[in-house]
């Protein structure tokens, strides 16, 4: 079965906030010798996160 993705929209403040969380969660968890594999994983996808165009509402009642 296939897992449901959740998608969250954010601006570049926001994710460069989130860049900045992760990364001090993980060096909390590298400080206590804990794993950081999915922390790792979590924070390249927010970082290789390819921004989308956002796309205009065409009034197509209209035509």
């Given at each position: 079965?296939?897992?449901?993705?959740?998608?969250?929209?954010?601006?570049?403040?926001?994710?460069?906030?989130?860049?900045?969380?992760l990364t001090d969660f993980r060096n909390d968890l590298i400080r206590v010798e804990r794993p950081t594999e999915d922390v790792d994983g979590l924070l390249l996808k927010v970082i290789d996160a390819a921004p989308q165009k956002e796309r205009k509402k065409a009034d197509r009642a209209a035509r």
């Open positions: 079965m296939a897992e449901d993705k959740i998608v969250v929209t954010l601006d570049s403040f926001e994710q460069r906030l989130m860049v900045s969380a």
